[in-house]
Structure formats: structure tokens, C-alpha cells
């Protein structure tokens, strides 16, 4: 892109100073209109100017991709792998094969396989573990929300025991007072 944009920033100038270069002064006479048949509009570069302005063009032009072209396409990995079966297992005609008789020597991604059993076991006794402690501390909140209850009840009820207890007291008064 660099090298790029600094070719494109050379060639521009060059490009504009030629096509000033070519077209005629204008005179001051105001009656005179300018006229120039080299160029039919000023945004565009002259006829002559083409050839030479697509080649700088497309070495300038940073809309392609970066990869260099070729006949073939790349070749991808997967055409890397030798041919052939994943894996070996021995095999008599006529019998099932075990899954615990594989090929001789290690089962493919045997400890891959472990480690993602033993990960999966982990989460999931950690997630038992995590919902009995919920449960638990739910159950704690629930016994002590009963309890408060329970106790504002008891409160309540001794409160109108002492308001019956006092106003029968102040009843006797009166009547011992009268």
C-alpha cells in the first residue's frame, strides 16, 4: 500500500502537469469562449493519455486481493492428510466390533477424550454442589422468615394480653376510686 500510494501521489501531478501543458491559455477577452478539442470535458485525461494511464493504473489499483495469482488454486490442508481409514480396528467377518478392542496400540484421542470427560464430570458436580448450596441457603431464609413471623405473632398476641391486663387494672381503679 505504501509503495502503492506513493507511485499513484508521483504519477497524479505528472498526469495533471501534462494535460496544463496541453491546453491553451485562455484568452482575456470575455467574448472569446475557451474552446479546447483535445479535451471534450476537463475531468477527463486525454485520448492519447489512456494507455499510459491504465498501466500506471493498474499498478497503483489496491482493489485486488493480496494473494498473488496462479494458474491452480492452493492447495487446502485436508488434501494434506494421508489416505486411508481414521483409524485401524481389527476386524473378524461375521463379529461385532467392541468398542474396548480397538486397534492395537492407543485409541485416537484417547486422552483428549478423558480430559474432556473428566472437564464434563467437574462442571457437573460443581453444578450439584452449587444447587445444594442454593437450596440450602433458601431453606435457611425460608425457616427464618417463618421465624420472624412466628415471633412478630407473639408479639402481637402478649401485646393485647398486656392492653386487656392494663385496662381491667384501670377499671378496678375506677371502681375502687368511685
Not at 502537469?17 to 467574448?31: E, F, G
Not at 417463618?146 to 371502681?175: F, G, S, T, Y
Request: one cysteine or more; charged letters at 30%.
Amino acid at each position: 500500500m505504501g509503495f502503492a500510494g506513493a507511485l499513484r501521489n508521483i504519477v497524479r501531478p505528472l498526469s495533471v502537469a501534462s494535460s496544463r501543458a496541453l491546453m491553451p491559455r485562455i484568452s482575456t477577452n470575455a467574448s472569446m469562449a475557451p474552446f479546447c478539442p483535445a479535451f471534450p470535458s476537463p475531468c477527463k485525461p486525454p485520448q492519447w493519455l489512456h494507455p499510459l494511464w491504465n498501466q500506471f493504473h493498474s499498478l497503483t489499483d489496491t482493489r485486488f486481493p493480496k494473494r498473488r495469482p496462479s494458474e491452480k488454486p492452493r492447495r487446502k490442508r485436508a488434501s494434506l492428510r494421508p489416505s486411508g481409514p481414521y483409524a485401524w480396528v481389527q476386524y473378524t467377518p461375521g463379529q461385532p466390533i467392541l468398542p474396548n478392542k480397538p486397534n492395537e496400540g492407543s485409541v485416537k484421542r484417547r486422552n483428549e477424550k478423558k480430559r474432556m470427560r473428566q472437564r464434563r464430570a467437574f462442571i457437573l458436580a460443581e453444578k450439584k454442589k452449587r444447587k445444594a448450596q442454593l437450596q440450602e441457603a433458601n431453606r435457611k431464609k425460608n425457616i427464618q422468615r417463618v421465624e420472624r413471623k412466628m415471633a412478630a405473632v407473639a408479639r402481637e398476641r402478649e401485646w393485647a394480653e398486656r392492653l386487656a391486663e392494663l385496662q381491667r387494672l384501670e377499671e378496678e381503679k375506677k371502681k375502687s376510686m368511685a
